[in-house]
């Protein structure tokens, strides 16, 4: 290879992680508003469940391995998949059965980037577990799967088991019990809004501040 490609992959690699890191300072952020507006659990909630949608969608690329029991795929494509060959998220398959594989990350550039910020370990904790959804999402995304996270997240580590055959039925709290409206038209994608005008309020107040820092 090339000085000039190995300075141009170099700098990528450098973007990539600058990006993932901004996005764990806009979690931090969009948190920080949302929990004065409407308490941190409702916080929580909402973060999670935007973020648990994502997970969904990127779950589609391990289907048709999920659904073919094939957990050697599942586990090659979580590690080829993961960005810059690997180096953010430090990805691997810490252990592989006939029925089930445990599949690991030892690092993460969102919690280093949380460090920078001066969150304290607990605080650390709160945000891992709302990051952590896209993950959920993602393994019920693929379908026939039963996700279990475990390890100290403050440190970045983190473990998914998959189980062939076991499905783990999402359960978000306060689902079901707020009356839902449609979304409007011309807002593909967006799903569903809560009805409460309380939410709705305070969330676009804390969203406004945000984008006005």
């Known amino acids: 290879m090339s000085e000039s490609y190995e300075d141009e ?17 806009m979690y931090a952020y969009l948190y920080e508003e949302l ?40 586990g090659a494509i979580f590690c ?14 810490e252990e592989e059965g006939e029925d089930h594989i445990v599949l690991s990350m030892t690092s993460c550039p969102l919690i280093d980037a949380w460090k920078e910020a001066g969150l304290d370990p607990e605080e650390i904790d709160v945000m891992c577990s709302i990051a952590a959804a896209v993950d959920e999402g993602t393994f019920e995304g693929a379908g026939d799967r039963r996700l279990e996270g475990g390890g100290p997240r403050s440190r970045g580590d983190r473990r998914h088991v998959l189980d062939r055959g076991r499905r783990r039925r999402r359960h978000l709290r306060g689902r079901g019990t707020q009356p839902r409206v449609p979304r409007p038209s011309g807002t593909a994608g967006l799903g569903t809004v ?20």
């Open 9 to 25: 992959l170099e700098q990528s690699r450098a973007e990539t992680r600058a990006a993932f890191e901004t996005r764990g300072f």
């Open 194 to 213: 809560p009805a409460r005008a309380e939410d709705a309020r305070g969330a676009l107040g804390a969203v406004q501040r945000y984008l006005t820092m």
């Open 35 to 74: 929990a004065d507006e409407l308490g941190p659990e409702r916080a929580k909630e909402l973060m999670k469940r935007a973020i648990y949608r994502r997970g969904i969608e990127v779950g589609r690329k391990y289907r048709a391995a999920a659904h073919a029991g094939d957990l050697a795929e599942v």
């Open 80 to 93: 080829d998949g993961s960005p810059c060959a690997g180096e953010l998220f430090n990805p691997g398959v």
